[in-house]
């Protein structure tokens, strides 16, 4: 039951920084240099994972003001949504880090975080990017377990239809 409603405050969150970034991207103008070289939005992304591991769909929505909400098709019994911040760094060269807390999928113990550290480029027209994130794994008490662990992505811009 904790689970659902961890889901639901998650989505409800996502939904309100995404219409918030939505408002903050409209006041800056509509200028194609604006439009076309901001993070600011929704994404379906795809992250190839190194084996043994899946490769992951993931849907995230970045802020006007930098913040990051990420969920990704893994399942909600190894992980919670992500949270994270984003930056521009120079010309359509962006970093972003999240956050998300890990459990074991049979007993729901907590296992510790993740945090993903990318680098994205994003293409000329805005409307899509490939990066490349930097996996570290902490136990509960904020040790480093594995780190270095890389996955490239592609993210494709959400736009109205």
Same mark, same amino acid.
């Given at each position: #039951? ?11 969150? +996502?939904t309100? #920084? ?14 194609? &240099? ?11 992304? +795809?992250?190839? %994972? ?10 995230? @929505?970045? @802020? ?5 909400? &990420? ?8 992980r @919670? ?5 984003? =930056?521009?760094?120079?010309g359509?060269t ?5 956050v998300?807390? %890990? ?9 510790? /975080?993740?945090?993903?550290?990318? @680098?994205? =480029? *994003?293409?000329?027209?805005g409307?899509s990017?490939e990066?490349?994130? $930097?996996? /570290?794994?902490?136990d509960?008490?904020?040790? $480093? =377990?594995?780190s270095?662990? %890389?996955?490239? !992505?592609?993210?494709? %811009?959400? *736009? $109205? !239809?």
């Amino acid at each position: #039951m904790n689970r659902s409603l961890l889901a639901l405050v998650a989505v409800v969150a +996502a939904t309100a #920084m995404s219409a918030v970034g939505a408002l903050t991207a409209a006041g800056r103008g509509s200028s194609a &240099e604006s439009s076309g070289n901001t993070l600011a939005g929704s994404w379906d992304v +795809a992250i190839d %994972r190194p084996p043994p591991l899946s490769d992951l769909r993931s849907l995230q @929505t970045f @802020t006007g003001s930098g913040s990051v909400v &990420e969920i990704a098709n893994g399942g909600t019994a190894l992980r @919670t949504s992500s949270h994270g911040a984003w =930056e521009r760094v120079n010309g359509r060269t962006y970093a972003s880090t999240i956050v998300f807390f %890990r459990f074991n999928p049979a007993t729901g113990a907590y296992l510790g /975080t993740q945090k993903i550290n990318r @680098t994205i =480029e *994003l293409s000329p027209d805005g409307n899509s990017y490939e990066g490349v994130g $930097v996996s /570290t794994l902490f136990d509960p008490a904020g040790n $480093v =377990e594995v780190s270095g662990l %890389r996955a490239p !992505e592609t993210g494709v %811009r959400i *736009l $109205v !239809e």
